[in-house]
């Protein structure tokens, strides 16, 4: 039997409520299989401010270090917003990151057919759409040095090494090994220098992948294709900030931002979440689309773990209930038998991922 230590943070508004449904998938999925789980809670956000004083206690980032993977919720809401910077949850999240060196996010974008009408997009465009952007995580805009917010002039710096470049584009070329074969590298090279270098870095690393074909796109070009047409894409390579934007516009070609998951990777430990927020206006309802993490859970077992039985035990448990019609209520309008609750879909979820 093998034994994972799985971390947990929970974090805020939602963020409680849909990991207490992937823990419940997690363990029907461990039924069957020759792998067990154990779970320890760490704090993060808003919730580890009001306790602690701080939205990323110390022990957090060891109990995240000592563990096989860690599988996080959401984290933010209203009542932190004017807190200085680095007390917000935000800088909780973007502190773990950087202390777990978690530099490559991917964000894959798959379109569930049943739900191809829950797109704002016509279905011909969105239809069959499979894309993953790969965002570096630990570097440009969010971490560049120098930054200042003096009270008539503020800064922030895009800034990128080399090696940072070489590693993510490696990712991205290895991703695109195991899909399409096509990587499409966003910067904005007519402008900023450090695009330049993003692009000449990414054409010598493509070097070493003749069996991937490389484009380049300017980001303002990209974030217009990205909705005139998805399906030209396969892994789309891109930096922090340019990453976060068109990683939030390519969610909504599958019309419900609570399907997708997310990985973060880099350093010993990866991270797995669900990329909406902690939705703290239908918090504690019992309404919230437990799938993105259900599925982030699935994607900690197949990249963290090795375990990719389990994993396609929980992908199809997840498919055949969006078959079947069963829906959340964020979703209820497209096909639906059968509106749930997160703890009911939760638990439809475990027992088909349990056979
Ligand atoms: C994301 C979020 C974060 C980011 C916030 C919460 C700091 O928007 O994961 O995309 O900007 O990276
Ligand atoms: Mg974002």
């Not at 927020?277 to 077992?301: E, F, K, R, V, Y």
Request: a negative charge.
């Amino acid at each position: 039997m093998k034994k994972y230590k799985i971390a947990i943070i929970k974090g805020d508004g939602i963020g409680p409520e849909i990991i207490d449904e992937a823990i419940k998938v997690l363990d029907a999925v461990s039924i069957n299989s020759d792998c067990e789980f154990s779970y320890k809670e760490y704090l993060m956000g808003g919730n580890a401010y009001e306790i602690t004083g701080d939205p990323l206690p110390h022990e957090t980032i060891e109990g995240c270090k000592n563990s096989d993977a860690v599988l996080f919720g959401a984290i933010g809401g209203e009542q932190w917003d004017s807190l200085p910077r680095d007390k917000r949850p935000e800088s909780g999240l973007l502190r773990l990151r950087a202390a777990l060196d978690l530099y490559a996010n991917f964000r894959p974008v798959k379109v569930y057919e049943e739900l191809v009408d829950a797109s704002t997009l016509k279905r011909e465009v969105v239809e069959g759409v499979d894309l993953l952007v790969m965002r570096e995580l630990t570097g440009g805009l969010y971490f560049g040095e120098p930054r200042e917010k003096g009270e008539d002039k503020a800064f922030n710096t895009m800034v990128y090494s080399k090696r940072e470049i070489v590693r993510i584009a490696k990712m991205a070329f290895e991703s695109a090994q195991k899909r399409r074969q096509k990587v499409c590298s966003v910067d904005k090279a007519n402008v900023l220098e450090v695009s330049q270098l993003w692009r000449e870095t990414v054409e010598e690393v493509a070097k070493d992948y003749p069996d991937v074909s490389l484009s380049h796109m300017y980001v303002d070009n990209c974030a217009m294709q990205l909705v005139r047409d998805p399906k030209q894409f396969d892994v789309i390579l891109t930096g922090n900030i340019f990453g976060d934007i068109l990683s939030d516009e390519a969610s909504m070609i599958s019309g419900s931002i609570g399907l997708l998951p997310s990985a973060s990777v880099g350093g010993v430990v990866g991270l797995y979440e669900p990329i909406h927020g902690s939705a703290p206006d239908i918090t504690g309802q019992g309404i919230a689309n437990p799938i993105a993490t259900i599925a982030s859970a699935s994607m900690m077992l197949r990249f963290a773990l090795g375990e990719v039985e389990a994993a396609d035990k929980i992908d199809r448990a997840i498919d055949r209930v969006l078959k079947e019609g069963y829906r959340t209520k964020d979703i209820s309008s497209f096909g639906a038998k059968e509106i749930c609750s997160t703890t009911e879909i939760g638990s439809i979820i475990a027992d088909y991922a349990s056979k």
